[in-house]
T-cell receptor
Framework: EDQVTQSPEALRLQEGESSSLNCSYTVSGLRGLFWYRQDPGKGPEFLFTLYSAGEEKEKERLKATLTKKESFLHITAPKPEDSATYLCAVQGLNTNAGKSTFGDGTTLTVKP | NAGVTQTPKFQVLKTGQSMTLQCAQDMNHEYMSWYRQDPGMGLRLIHYSVGAGITDQGEVPNGYNVSRSTTEDFPLRLLSAAPSQTSVYFC??????????????FGPGTRLTVT
């Protein structure tokens, strides 16, 4: 059974204070690891897909990395508009594509 | 493209009532899923579909039925609503190409309260 654990549950940063969010996962073969951003009252919005260990993706102040056991979402010099809940999800090779297992998320608050 | 649409946005039911949550996508995606999200938690899979006519259970299927007669539509039926089904429900669609899985596109959600 695929499992995803995200830490910390909540993170409060000052504007410009860089940090990282962690996603630890267990799958019997990784089909894909996904990061999403969710704003209050809205559906999750896709950020990145990572397929294999060593892969990295970047978008503005966000950078996602992947190892065989975990993924990190690095946030460099965050701004208040980066405040949101960040969700990590995995798809294992033993599950049907399109069927994702989600972590509980990390709620990020960036203070000006 | 409208993407993934869900109706209604809000719904209040009494215990024992039934209803259908609607979901539609216009991206010709083969995969569609229903999730529920409770406060402070991530998304839990209720049912999903890998194509028209094919559905399967997720992590928390009890009390819910689905069918998929077309690629575009994937309604979720609550058979006899219970207070434990108070939650936010999200529909999502996705696709694969060349054996690679791609991201899910989510609808805006339906906020359901069962009293």
């Amino acid at each position: 059974e695929d499992q995803v654990t995200q830490s910390p549950e909540a993170l409060r940063l000052q504007e410009g204070e860089s940090s990282s969010l962690n996603c630890s996962y267990t799958v019997s073969g990784l089909r894909g690891l996904f990061w999403y951003r969710q704003d209050p009252g809205k559906g999750p919005e896709f950020l990145f897909t990572l397929y294999s260990a060593g892969e990295e993706k970047e978008k503005e102040r966000l950078k996602a990395t992947l190892t065989k056991k975990e993924s990190f979402l690095h946030i460099t010099a965050p701004k208040p508009e980066d405040s949101a809940t960040y969700l990590c999800a995995v798809q294992g090779l033993n599950t049907n594509a399109g069927k994702s297992t989600f972590g509980d998320g990390t709620t990020l608050t960036v203070k000006p | 493209n409208a993407g993934v649409t869900q109706t209604p946005k809000f719904q209040v039911l009494k215990t024992g009532q039934s209803m259908t949550l609607q979901c539609a996508q216009d991206m010709n995606h083969e995969y569609m899923s229903w999730y529920r999200q409770d406060p402070g938690m991530g998304l839990r899979l209720i049912h999903y579909s890998v194509g028209a006519g094919i559905t399967d259970q997720g992590e928390v299927p009890n009390g819910y039925n689905v069918s998929r007669s077309t690629t575009e539509d994937f309604p979720l039926r609550l058979l006899s609503a219970a207070p434990s089904q108070t939650s936010v429900y999200f529909c999502a669609s996705s696709y694969t190409r060349h054996r690679l899985s791609y991201e899910q596109y989510f609808g805006p959600g339906t906020r359901l309260t069962v009293t």
